[in-house]
């Protein structure tokens, strides 16, 4: 079959295979799990199954591929050969290490590695050399078994996410520009407004007879004062003025004493913004998923402490985020708001991977990395 490769082991093409090649039944069963029957229609042979299941797979727009436990590609579709830029004769009968780049083809292997490890399917996010360049992928692997149930290989399926960062991206892009215009407005308007309420209110004070009056005003112009103030560290918060690397841990620190006047909490601020990177988006996206962990361990943890720590090793760029609260379970955040995933999805974003750890009575750390070697 045009595109197919070869499905089964023998040298043959799935159209080729004879009703009695041995290789015809587990190639079926990486389709229909063990055990599974497929009704039959009339003079329907299972080597018309297999042929049928072989065309829906070649057609995927996903990138598919088989290997056996010898660590061989058996079978690999038209969407990984286009993908790649190399037909499937150059995939089937060879590696993962023969395949992909190095860096791609460990990381793809100690995936395999942990889906025969715990027999369950895995998944993570790759960024892989195309024949269109550099591309992210949704790889997702497990296991395949014998009609006896043995596992005899691994599947491993890479689904093309361009579109979907291409659309985060811009979703991303346009809550910065709302924030922005949305600040810019609490700048010029409100602030202004509620500066002249304060001084109004103060000369008021000044001119009433009435003790009690005069108090009630005075009152009304510290409130007035006090809300101002709130309203300009919000605006410096939706839309930090000329943030970049070399002030980003000045930007940090404003905003944990805000949070420290705000909640009963103590905030430290540990390290610097290593100087490799001076993209001024990374350093946005950043602040926003640092400010947002510390806001969510103020208003949830329940704890006294927040440490924020920046370190720069020599492959990688980690900010931790870290309180001695409460904690929870890992099944808690299956019930996660939309900050935790747009702290997700701007890590992705740049390239980052995002990493929360925690457990009941011990706390919260959030770790947001970057591999520097990327930038």
């Known amino acids: 079959m045009k595109g197919w490769g070869n499905p089964c082991c023998c040298t043959q093409a799935a159209s080729d295979c004879g009703p009695g090649c041995e290789h015809l039944p587990q190639m079926s069963n990486t389709i229909a799990p063990a055990g599974s029957e497929i009704k039959k229609g009339r003079g329907e042979t299972s080597h018309d199954r297999l042929a049928m299941l072989a065309t829906v797979i070649d057609a995927d727009v996903d990138a598919v591929y088989l290997r056996d436990v010898e660590g061989v590609c058996r079978m690999a579709n038209s969407s990984l050969a286009r993908a790649l830029g190399?037909?499937?004769?150059?995939?089937?009968?060879?590696?993962?290490?023969?395949?992909?780049?190095?860096?791609?083809?460990?990381?793809i292997m100690e995936q395999e590695e942990r889906a025969f490890a715990v027999d369950e399917t895995q998944s993570c996010e790759l960024t892989i050399q195309t024949a269109h360049g550099e591309r992210p992928f949704f790889v997702t692997h497990g296991v395949h078994r014998d009609p006896d149930g043995e596992i005899a290989g691994v599947f491993g399926r890479l689904r093309d996410v361009s579109d979907q960062k291409r659309l985060e991206s811009e979703v991303v892009g346009i809550a910065e520009r709302e924030m922005r215009r949305i600040a810019a407005d609490l700048h010029d308007d409100l602030c202004q407004e509620l500066a002249a309420v304060s001084l109004?209110?103060?000369?008021?004070?000044?001119?009433?007879?009435?003790?009690?009056?005069?108090?009630?005003?005075?009152?009304?112009?510290?409130?007035?004062?006090?809300?101002?103030?709130?309203?300009?560290?919000?605006?410096?918060?939706?839309?930090?003025t000329q943030l970049t690397g070399e002030n980003f841990v000045e930007h940090l620190r404003k905003s944990a004493a805000d949070l420290c006047a705000a909640f009963p909490l103590k905030c430290g601020i540990e390290g610097m913004w290593p100087a490799e990177v001076t993209d001024t988006d990374v350093a946005v996206h950043f602040y926003r998923i640092i400010h947002e962990a510390m806001h969510n361990a103020a208003k949830h943890s329940g704890g006294t402490y927040i440490t924020v720590r920046l370190r720069t090793s020599e492959d990688a760029f980690t900010a931790f985020v870290s309180d001695n609260g409460r904690g929870f379970t890992p099944e808690a955040l299956e019930d996660r708001g939309?900050?935790?995933?747009?702290?997700?999805?701007?890590?992705?974003?740049?390239?980052?991977?995002?990493?929360?750890?925690?457990?009941?009575?011990?706390?919260?750390?959030?770790?947001?990395?970057?591999?520097?070697?990327?930038?």
Not at 88 to 94: E, N, P
Not at 207 to 232: F, M, N, Y
Not at 343 to 366: E, N, Q, W
């Open 86 to 107: 190399i037909p499937t004769q150059r995939i089937v009968g060879r590696s993962v290490s023969q395949i992909f780049p190095p860096e791609v083809a460990c990381a």
């Open 200 to 240: 109004i209110s103060k000369l008021l004070q000044k001119k009433l007879d009435d003790e009690d009056a005069a108090k009630i005003a005075g009152h009304i112009a510290d409130l007035t004062k006090k809300l101002a103030v709130s309203t300009r560290n919000l605006v410096h918060n939706l839309a930090p």
């Open 338 to 375: 939309m900050g935790l995933s747009t702290m997700h999805y701007r890590a992705g974003l740049f390239g980052g991977t995002l990493k929360i750890d925690s457990a009941p009575g011990c706390g919260t750390t959030v770790a947001c990395r970057l591999a520097l070697n990327k930038r």
